[in-house]
């Protein structure tokens, strides 16, 4: 009995880890901004496409390639969300309701787009290392234990951010009025759009950091939507 209750505790684990990760994203964007973005779980599907590609053209070994994944994925799943941000969200003047309209159409745009782009099979991405701790039972995936120390560590870094940092409290008052805010000088719109890039550049690296563990496709974005949903909302 115990040693099943061990390895489910350590895939719950590694599963919480990154779901936190992408829970964050989406309570960055509703917490501040006061909308729901749909698309969400797109722009992880989109980050796990990304960091498979990028392993694929990035030579040198698969820790080249999931380094080199680390950061292009959420550079480029950033910079949609930063157009995404200034040409929908800005013109619709971030109404909540309409918001849920404009981002439902934008997560069938960017489902399409992948599956046209990169095809209906699944996709495989090598772990950067293959290093494994021996129990007495089974063996534990040292990449899975990376994982969850690299996702309490970014979840540290962004606290920190928020609650000791100029910018963190630009966000705090933000979220708390956007009219006194605005009356004190923050520029309003332009937090908006840093707020949006770094909830979908947070959930583009959770879906790098998972996508050697569970193979990326077009359909992967629903449950970590849901699931974001079920924890923010």
Do not use: C
């Amino acid at each position: 009995f115990f040693p099943h209750l061990l390895l489910a505790l350590l895939e719950g684990t590694v599963a919480a880890a990154v779901l936190a990760l992408s829970a964050l994203g989406l309570s960055l964007v509703f917490g501040v901004m006061r909308v729901v973005n749909v698309a969400h779980g797109e722009f992880f599907m989109l980050g796990a496409m990304l960091a498979w590609w990028v392993a694929q053209m990035v030579p040198g070994g698969p820790a080249v390639g999931f380094l080199a994944a680390l950061i292009v994925a959420p550079v480029a799943v950033g910079a949609l969300a930063f157009v995404t941000e200034r040409l929908l969200l800005r013109r619709i003047n971030y109404d909540p309701e309409a918001t849920i309209v404009a981002t439902i159409g934008l997560m069938f745009v960017i489902q399409q787009l992948a599956l046209s782009v990169f095809g209906a099979d699944a996709k495989a991405v090598s772990a950067p290392f293959t290093y494994r701790i021996a129990l007495p039972w089974f063996g534990i995936s040292g990449y899975k234990l990376f994982v969850v120390a690299a996702s309490i560590l970014i979840l540290l870094g962004v606290w920190w951010v928020l609650a000791k940092t100029k910018w963190g409290l630009v966000m705090r008052v933000t979220q708390f009025d956007r009219e006194t805010a605005t009356a004190f000088g923050i520029p309003v719109t332009q937090v908006y759009s840093a707020v949006f890039v770094a909830g979908a550049a947070l959930v583009a690296v959770a879906a790098v950091l998972i996508v050697p563990i569970q193979q990326a496709h077009y359909l992967m974005g629903l449950d970590p939507l849901l699931m974001s949903f079920i924890v923010v909302i």
